[in-house]
Structure formats: C-alpha cells, structure tokens
C-alpha cells in the first residue's frame, strides 16, 4: 500500500507553493488524492526522492489527465446524438454554434436541417437575398445573428475563396465570431487546441473547482484543463455536462463522471439568485380575407427584430368580449400573455395582405409564426 506524504506537503499546497490558486482551490481531499496517486505511479522512493515542486507538479499533471479522462469516456457513452455532430464540416459546425447562441437545443434542432436544405453550402448562402436568410432564421430569435451569419458568408466566399480560417484567431476576423465561437470552430473543425468559455462551462469549473472564477482565470482554468489530442470532443464534453448533468438548479451529482474529483458536489454556495421572470399583456389582431393575412413590417432601424413582420399590435379586441385565443410567449426575462383577437386591426393601420402560401418565405417574429401555426395558417 502506497504511504500518503506527509502533511506539509499539503498545507504547503495551500500556501500556494507552486501550485498557484486555481489547483489549490481543487480542495485538499482532491490534492491528497492525486499526490497519492502520483506516487503510487512514479514509485515510493522516487517520491521521497523529489523536490516539494516536483511532487506537487506531478500531483497536478495527474489530476488534469483523469479529469480528462474521465470526462471523455463519460462523453463517448453519453454524448446527445445531435445532427451537427455528424459532421465537423466548419460550415455547419459554424452554423450550429451561431443558432445555439440564446437558443436551446429543442428548438435548433427544427431549424437546422431545414435551413441547411435551403443553403447547403457557405457559396449558397452568401449568394441568398437578406430576406431569405431571414425567413430561414424565422422561429429561432435573434435576428442580428442572421444577418451577421449572412454578412459572414460573404466574407468568406469574397475573401477567403468559400474556405473557413483554420485558427481561432482567423475566425475571429468574420462577422458576428466573437472568443468563445471562434475557439469551438476552431477545436471541433479543425482541432486546434484552444478551449471555450460559456455559461456552461463556467458553471462546470466554478463547481468543480469550488471558486468563482471569471475572466481570464476562468478562460486560463478551461485551457489547462484542454485536451490537446480531442479539443474538440473536451470543450463539447464540458458543454454537455454543463447542459445535461450540472445543471444550473439541482445537479445530478450522483451520475456525475467527474464527482470524486469536485470541490463542491452541487451548487456552489452564495450564488446570486435569479431575478423573477416579468409579466406582461399584449394584444394582437389577426385578419384574413381571401386567403391572405394582414402584416405589418416592423421598423428597419428597430432595436430588435429590424424588419422583420408580424402581426399588427393593438391596444385589445375592437368590442369583441374575449380574444379569439390565448398564448404564452417569453422572450428572455418576460413572460408575456398573448391575446389574439380577430379583426381587430385599425383600418388606418400601414400594413400587407400576404398570401397564406407565401409565409413561408417572410421573414416573420418568432411570435408571429407562433400564433399563424396556433390559428392553423401555415
Ligand atoms: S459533482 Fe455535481 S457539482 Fe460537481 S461537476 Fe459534477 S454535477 Fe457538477
């Protein structure tokens, strides 16, 4: 049986010997561990025979490779089988990781083929008009990120000759590719060794390691940690746990791959509570007449869905007693109350008459398409 060293060595980890606050904060059973580990693997008497700084270098070298471990054999078994996981083509590898930013898993996953179906390739895309990317992208939210996704397909075809940079730091040339996108294409297209931040990922290390870490620390935490061989497979690895097992309300530490090596085994204490959800009414009218449904196109110059058409917001039902229906609709931190009366639109009112077979090539609001597919008008 392998002799645990003495413990100086550990308090000394706590001074920060060497070992700098991100491995001291791994908490002194999980340092115990792996120095006995690490002993165990170089042999007893070499041990002793090792400088302070060697031990705790070898102790932490450890500890990386079987968190490594550990968390990619967890992924190879358990990974979500998700369509842009078929491929590590950059085009579609870019175009998930743009619909994935504030929008969930569910919902891209609807989108993603269809939209690939229309614009199968970054040459096809680049050569779209605007208005079909967007009504590509209609259902999803967000629309800058449409139009940033077109501006950058332009970039690369006029550019770049129809290939995606290679690096991180090429990526980041395209518009709407910021830090952590630029770092997911690059190690999951091209493997390139460079890891990724996001909200996953922080809630993860800060977890694991018992630290609120931000910033630089949090993006130096996640590159030691890197696998150099699959960066790829790690950064989604880290991502998937993050979304499937430490979750940001009740982690499921008990199936966790990595829970022997956490400091915290749930959530880590003091963490900010979340602010409660607004509430609010609003109120659409919905025309038909003659197979074609009333618009209206939102202003060019609008902060949020510039362009875009939607249903013409009015102040309630034009004398009718109830709405025609009900729904529920949030958009980030505001749950709205949909009602939807009929003709109800103010004849003064600028808008369209746009052919029911025609919607689908609008670029309609998310919240247009969701009450067009509720009133059975496709
Ligand atoms: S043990 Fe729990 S808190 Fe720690 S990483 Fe796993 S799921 Fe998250």
Redesign the pocket.
């Known amino acids: 049986m392998v002799r645990m060293p003495g413990p100086s060595i550990i308090s000394c980890a706590g001074d920060g010997v060497n070992g700098g606050a991100y491995w001291v904060a791994l908490g002194r059973a999980v340092v115990i561990e792996s120095i006995r580990i690490a002993a165990g693997a170089v042999g007893w008497w070499n041990w002793e025979q090792m400088s302070l700084g060697k031990q705790l270098e070898v102790g932490r070298r450890n500890q990386s490779k079987d968190f490594r471990r550990r968390l990619l054999g967890w992924y190879d078994r358990h990974a979500r089988d998700l369509p842009w996981r078929e491929s590590r083509d950059p085009y579609r590898v870019w175009l998930s990781e743009i619909m994935l930013q504030q929008t969930r898993v569910a919902a891209v996953i609807e989108h993603y083929h269809e939209f690939l179906r229309r614009f199968p390739t970054v040459e096809r895309l680049a050569a779209a008009r605007e208005a079909s990317v967007l009504a590509a992208w209609s259902g999803l939210g967000y629309y800058r990120r449409a139009r940033m996704l077109h501006a950058a397909a332009k970039v690369v075809v006029r550019e770049y000759g129809g290939e995606f940079p290679a690096t991180a730091a090429g990526l980041r040339e395209l518009p709407g590719v910021g830090r952590y996108t630029a770092a997911a294409i690059a190690s999951i297209a091209f493997g390139e060794p460079v890891a990724v931040v996001d909200g996953n990922v922080e809630r993860?290390l800060q977890?694991?390691l018992g630290e609120r870490l931000a910033g630089e620390a949090m993006w130096d935490a996640a590159s030691s940690l890197l696998d150099g061989k699959r960066p790829g497979d790690f950064n989604q690895a880290v991502m998937e746990?993050g979304a499937t097992?430490?979750t940001p309300r009740a982690?499921?530490?008990l199936t966790?791959p990595?829970?022997e090596m956490?400091a915290?085994?749930?959530e880590l204490g003091g963490a900010a509570k979340l602010a409660p959800q607004k509430k609010r009414e609003i109120h659409y009218a919905l025309d038909r007449r003659k197979g074609s449904v009333f618009l209206v196109q939102r202003p060019r110059d609008a902060s949020l869905m510039a362009g875009m058409w939607e249903l013409p917001e009015v102040e309630g039902g034009n004398g009718a007693s109830s709405p025609s229906f009900t729904l529920r609709h949030s958009i980030t931190v505001t749950d709205y109350t949909v009602r939807v009366w009929r003709d109800a639109t103010p004849s003064c009112l600028r808008g369209k008459w746009i052919p029911l077979e025609r919607l689908g090539r609008v670029a309609l609001t998310g919240l247009a398409r969701k009450i067009l597919q509720k009133a059975e008008m496709p």
Do not use: D, I, Q
Request: charged fraction near 10%.
């Open positions: 993860v977890r694991m746990l097992v430490c982690p499921a530490c966790c990595v829970v956490c915290t085994r749930g």
